[in-house]
């Protein structure tokens, strides 16, 4: 397993560790812009999961799994997991699973039991995306409620163009887990349903102890992981 700390990101956060995974495929998987959906979605079944650690199904959880602290994400073939990174305070901020045509971004959040955080979130993520210039529309989708996300970004060669994401909020026992997809998956339903498999398979660790509410919950590196640096760009 391999980690490796970038000095930029083009997705969500600046700074990134990355793992390869014995069964991942090779190369460098970013979240580029897509263009903007006609489709506006359904309401649909949701997978069981994300799974509480408490409530996790018998034999879900093996050894092939990364065990990440407060999420433990299974093996996905043609997926890179990489660890976004708080430049300013050094801690790891997201779990990013990674493709060559998008990308899912978790991060899992303490809430007060049988709290539905996810729903005083939305109205705040609509004005952080609207003061940075960008639009937002609602979906239902398996979870519930929603948020599409168009951004205009400076791509890596300086043209101009649009990030599109799609956020996804569960409410879970004391948590929520805030997903966000990036890229192809963020607007072609079809291809967000291999990446909604994914997400439901997720299992989050709250921990026992209390914590206010909307903090972050804690992501940790593997006990058998190590790191490389990254070339310079």
Avoid at 13 to 36: H, I, M, P
Avoid at 173 to 194: K, Y
Avoid at 204 to 231: S, T, Y
Wanted: with cysteine; charged share 30%; hydrophobic share 40%.
């Amino acid at each position: 397993m391999k980690f490796l700390r970038r000095a930029k990101t083009r997705t969500a956060t600046d700074g990134e560790t990355a793992v390869d995974q014995d069964s991942r495929e090779d190369g460098v998987a970013e979240a580029d812009g897509a263009e903007e959906s006609d489709e506006t979605g359904a309401e649909e079944t949701a997978p069981a999961g994300p799974y509480d650690a408490d409530e996790t199904p018998e034999d879900l959880v093996d050894d092939s799994w990364v065990d990440l602290g407060s999420l433990l994400v299974a093996p996905a073939p043609g997926k890179e997991l990489r660890l976004q990174v708080d430049e300013a305070s050094g801690a790891i901020a997201s779990v990013l699973l990674a493709a060559e045509d998008g990308a899912l971004e978790l991060r899992a959040f303490a809430a007060p039991r049988d709290g539905d955080l996810w729903s005083e979130a939305l109205p705040l993520l609509r004005a952080d995306v609207a003061q940075r210039g960008g639009a937002t529309s609602d979906r239902e989708g398996p979870w519930g409620a929603e948020l599409l996300c168009q951004l205009t970004v400076q791509t890596p060669d300086g043209q101009t163009g649009v990030q599109a994401s799609r956020i996804i909020g569960v409410n879970g026992s004391r948590w929520m887990l805030r997903a966000t997809l990036l890229g192809r998956p963020a607007v072609d339903e079809e291809a967000g349903r291999e990446w909604e498999q994914l997400l439901g398979q997720v299992v989050v660790r709250r921990g026992k102890e209390a914590k206010p509410k909307g903090e972050a919950l804690p992501v940790v590196l593997p006990a058998n992981a190590h790191r490389v640096d990254a070339p310079e760009e």
